[in-house]
């Protein structure tokens, strides 16, 4: 459910609109220490040129070599590698590492670009692939459905773009979206004060407005992150409000141990955040890793976003927070 995925599901949707042939390849089942977890995505084009990735590169390798070679098929296939010790060395798997894998060929586009739409939307969507037919179907998903595959059908499940909301415009914040960007996070900036600029950089989109009218429009999902970086309560505040509300994933706000419960009492006082709302709060925001450069620290709180995202359990001394959907 990585917007890796869609990137995959993208660069298929363009070869095919190109006039090439593509196939696309599922990491179905594992067994050992395999590379890829199941759900991971390969495109190949007819080329050979791929997008995505199954393993380390030398399962790629002979997927390429197979379409290469005019390796064709109309229906969905299964394909294993590393079923013994001689080929998953071959295959540069660990000792025992196995994947079963299911190649389909890409006939029709209108699916991807019904996905594609749909996750635009910040929609959940579940595709169920028939092997024996070719036949897909889409459908709503939750965040609670996983992956499935039984031997005959095969359900994967696509999900919106991570969404990361910076409060503010300074230094730390131009360190944060740059490392976000590289984690694969839409990025979105906004801070009303026309001195702080941050500087034009693909990817970044600034937001007009203030910070609580902006959280409140883009109606945060369980795709968001929304860190609050100004040090001014008259703007954190506000959208920390809107942020502790909404459905995001994670909320959090720069400041000290002291300056944090001083604003989560301020919060409570004046404008009757339940206790489990404000729970939900990271601050001081960030691991602590010792972090004193502003480089640091973005390190800080974008390794807390990822450790929610991904739903680790933060040690009992870490900050508690992280928002399970």
């Not at 925001?285 to 972090?291: E, K, S």
Request: negative net charge.
């Amino acid at each position: 459910m990585e917007s890796l995925d869609l990137r995959v599901l993208s660069d298929a949707l363009a070869w095919r609109r190109a006039g090439h042939a593509a196939t696309l390849v599922t990491v179905v089942e594992t067994w050992g220490s395999a590379p890829r977890p199941p759900g991971a995505l390969l495109a190949v084009r007819d080329d050979g040129v791929v997008s995505g990735s199954v393993s380390g590169g030398c399962v790629e390798d002979d997927l390429i070599a197979r379409v290469k070679a005019g390796e064709k098929s109309k229906l969905p296939s299964m394909i294993a590698y590393g079923v013994s010790k001689e080929e998953a060395a071959r295959f540069g798997l660990p000792c025992g590492g196995t994947l079963r894998l299911v190649q389909e060929p890409v006939l029709d586009t209108k699916w991807i670009e019904e996905i594609l739409a749909r996750t635009a939307a910040h929609e959940l969507v579940a595709r169920t692939l028939t092997l024996a037919t070719g036949a897909i179907e889409l459908a709503h998903a939750t965040r609670e459905q996983q992956m499935q595959f039984d031997g005959i059908k095969l359900t994967t499940l696509f999900g919106p773009k991570w969404r990361l909301l910076l409060i503010g415009a300074g230094q730390l914040s131009q360190a944060v979206a740059q490392i976000a960007q590289m984690l694969d996070f839409e990025v979105l900036v906004c801070d009303p004060r026309d001195e702080f600029v941050i500087p034009a950089q693909a990817g970044i989109q600034r937001l007009s407005g203030m910070p609580d009218d902006v959280v409140r429009a883009m109606n945060p999902d369980a795709h968001t992150a929304i860190v609050a970086l100004t040090h001014d309560p008259k703007l954190d505040d506000m959208a920390l409000i809107e942020a502790l509300r909404s459905d995001a994933f994670y909320v959090g706000a720069l400041g000290s141990t002291r300056n944090q419960a001083a604003r989560k009492k301020r919060l409570a006082e004046h404008f009757d955040l339940t206790e489990q709302e404000l729970a939900r709060l990271h601050g001081p925001v960030g691991l602590r890793l010792g972090a004193k450069t502003p480089a640091e620290i973005a390190v800080s709180i974008c390794a807390q976003v990822v450790e929610c995202k991904n739903r680790i359990e933060a040690p009992a001394a870490a900050p508690a927070g992280c928002a399970v959907a």
